[in-house]
C-alpha cells in the first residue's frame, strides 16, 4: 500500500471528521478531491471497506486487535478480497 494514499486518509479524516470513516456517502465524496482522482485501485478498495461499516465494528469492538483481525477475515471471505491489502488499512491507524 502507497504510504501517500495512507496520509491521504489520515488527513481526510482529520480535516472532514471520524464520520468519513464511517459514513460512504461521506467518504465517497471528498476522496477523490483529497486524492486528485489518482490510486484508483486504492480508492476503491477503502470505499469497500467502508462500505462494510468495517471501522464501526472496530469501534465497537472491546479488543481493537480482535476487532480488526475479525474484519480482515470478514472482507476476506465476505467480499472476496483474497488477494487485497486490506490489512494494512486497518493497521495504519487511518481508520
Known amino acids: 500500500m502507497n504510504s501517500q494514499f495512507t496520509v491521504i486518509v489520515q488527513t481526510l479524516i482529520t480535516e472532514q471528521g471520524k464520520d468519513a470513516r464511517i459514513n460512504p456517502v461521506k467518504c465517497k465524496a471528498f476522496l477523490p478531491?483529497?486524492?486528485?482522482n489518482e490510486f484508483t485501485k486504492e480508492r476503491r478498495l477503502l470505499?469497500?471497506?467502508?462500505e462494510a461499516g468495517v471501522a464501526r465494528e472496530i469501534d465497537a469492538a472491546e479488543n481493537i486487535e480482535t476487532g480488526r483481525k475479525?474484519?480482515?477475515r470478514h472482507l476476506r471471505f465476505g467480499f472476496e478480497l483474497q488477494k487485497t491489502p486490506i490489512?494494512?488499512?486497518?493497521?495504519?491507524?487511518a481508520l
Open 33 to 36: 478531491d483529497y486524492t486528485r
Open 47 to 50: 470505499l469497500k471497506v467502508v
Open 70 to 72: 475479525l474484519q480482515v
Open 87 to 93: 490489512p494494512v488499512f486497518l493497521k495504519e491507524e
